[in-house]
C-alpha cells in the first residue's frame, strides 16, 4: 500500500510543474511580479487547506481542531512547508524551465538526508547515502549546462531561478524534518491543514499587501487550473505526512526520484517551448539514480 500511495502523491506533484507554467501564462504573469505570483501561492493553500478540512469532517465526522499545543509546530511547518518553500518556487518556476524546476527541486531529497542524520540517531549517513548526495548534486550541475554554441558561457544559471529552486528544496527539507516529529502525535490531515492554512495566510497577506490589495482575476482556464492545484496540492501532502507518521522518513524519500522524471516527461508533452537535450536528459538521470542509490536498502 505504502508505494502506491507514494507513486501517486509524487504523479501529483509532478504535474504541477506545467500545469504552474500554464497558469503564469493563461494569466500573463510578468515573470518578476514576486507578489502576484505569491498571492496565487496563497489563494492556492487556503482552498488546499479547506478542501483537506472537509475531508477530514466526511471522514472523521467531526469538526478538525488545532489545539494550541500543536500551533507552534504548526507555525513553524506552515513557514517553511508552505510559505517559505512556495514563494521560492513559484518565483523560481517563473524564472526557468519546467524541466529544469522538475530536476531541481529534487535536490531537497537530499538535504533531507543531511538533516535527518543531523536529527536522528537512527537515520545516519551511509556510504550508499553519500554516494547517492553526489550522483544527485551531479546531476543539478548538469542540468545547468547549456547546449550552446562555442564562446557561449556554459552554464546558465540565476539567482531567481535555479538558485530559487535550491532554497525551495532546502526549506521543503526542513519542512520534512518538522512534520516527521509533529505528525508522531497528531492526525496527518490535521498536519496538513493546519500548516497549510497557516503559510497559505503569510502568503496571501504578503502577495495582496505588495499588489496593493489588487486581487488577481481569474479566466476559465487559469481558474479550472487553480482548483486542479488545490486538490494535487491537498491530497498528496496528506499523504505524504501519512507516510511519514508510518515510516522512517528516507523509506519514503525513495519514492521521489518520480518527482523529476513525472515533472519532466509532463513538461516536455504539455510545453510547446520544453525539450530534452543531452544535458537534461543526463542530469535528470543522475538526480533519479542518486535518490534511488540514497535510500535504497541493503541486500545480503
Known amino acids: 500500500m505504502m508505494p502506491i500511495l507514494a507513486i501517486f502523491a509524487c504523479l501529483l506533484w509532478g504535474s504541477a510543474f506545467p500545469v504552474l507554467k500554464i497558469t503564469y501564462k493563461s494569466l500573463n504573469m510578468d515573470a518578476n511580479n514576486i507578489y502576484e505570483k505569491v498571492q496565487l501561492a496563497g489563494l492556492r493553500f487556503l482552498l488546499a487547506s479547506i478542501i483537506i478540512f472537509i475531508i477530514y469532517k466526511i471522514v472523521y465526522k467531526k469538526i478538525p481542531r488545532l489545539s494550541m499545543k500543536d500551533l507552534k509546530g504548526f507555525l513553524i511547518l506552515g513557514l517553511f512547508q508552505t510559505a517559505f518553500q512556495y514563494y ?8 526557468t524551465s519546467g524541466v529544469k524546476g522538475a530536476v531541481l527541486t529534487s535536490c531537497g531529497t537530499f538535504f533531507v538526508v543531511i538533516f535527518a542524520h543531523i536529527v536522528y540517531k ?3 549517513i551511509t556510504i550508499n547515502k553519500l554516494l547517492g548526495l553526489l550522483f544527485g548534486f551531479l546531476g543539478i550541475i548538469i542540468i545547468n549546462i547549456e547546449d550552446v554554441n562555442a564562446g557561449s558561457e556554459l552554464m546558465n544559471v540565476t539567482f531567481r531561478g535555479e ?3 535550491v532554497m525551495a528544496g532546502l526549506v521543503s527539507a526542513i519542512g520534512t524534518i518538522v512534520a ?7 492526525n496527518p490531515f490535521i ?3 493546519g500548516q497549510m492554512f497557516i503559510g497559505s495566510c503569510v502568503l496571501l497577506i504578503a502577495g495582496t499587501l505588495g499588489t496593493n490589495g489588487e486581487i488577481i482575476e481569474f479566466n476559465n482556464q487559469a481558474f479550472v ?3 486542479y492545484s488545490a486538490f494535487l496540492s491537498a491530497i498528496a501532502f496528506s499523504i505524504w505526512y501519512y507516510l511519514l507518521m508510518k515510516y522512517k522518513a528516507t523509506e519514503v524519500t525513495i519514492y521521489k526520484f518520480l518527482v523529476p522524471i513525472i515533472g519532466s516527461v509532463l513538461s516536455v508533452l504539455f510545453l ?3 525539450t530534452f537535450n543531452i544535458y537534461i536528459i543526463a542530469g535528470l538521470l543522475c538526480a533519479s539514480a542518486g535518490i534511488y542509490i540514497v535510500n535504497r536498502k541493503k541486500t545480503s
Open 272 to 274: 510547446k517551448e520544453e
Open 122 to 124: 537512527d537515520d545516519k
Open 180 to 186: 516527521k516529529k509533529i505528525t508522531k502525535n497528531t
Open 225 to 227: 487550473l487553480y482548483i
Open 191 to 193: 498536519v496538513t491543514g
Open 163 to 165: 538558485g530559487f529552486l
Open 88 to 95: 521560492f518556487f513559484y518565483n523560481g518556476l517563473a524564472n
